[in-house]
């Protein structure tokens, strides 16, 4: 991996955000996924994700 390079002369564009929940193993797992990205450019984006068992949700 290698470490974010900042450049603040870069002026950014427009930001959109997404939001997932993903279940996996026929329910047992569920995924909450978070994405921010840049509109104007493929390589300006974040994910986060967390991984919640459901016997702790209900």
Not at 11 to 27: A, E, F, H, K, L
């Amino acid at each position: 991996m290698v470490p974010a390079e900042s450049n603040t002369a870069v002026q950014t564009g427009p930001v959109r955000s997404r939001s997932y929940r993903i279940t996996v193993d026929n329910g047992r797992e569920s995924f909450f996924a978070l994405s921010i990205e840049r509109v104007d450019s493929e390589d300006a984006w974040l994910m986060s994700d967390t991984a919640v068992a459901l016997e702790n949700v209900r």
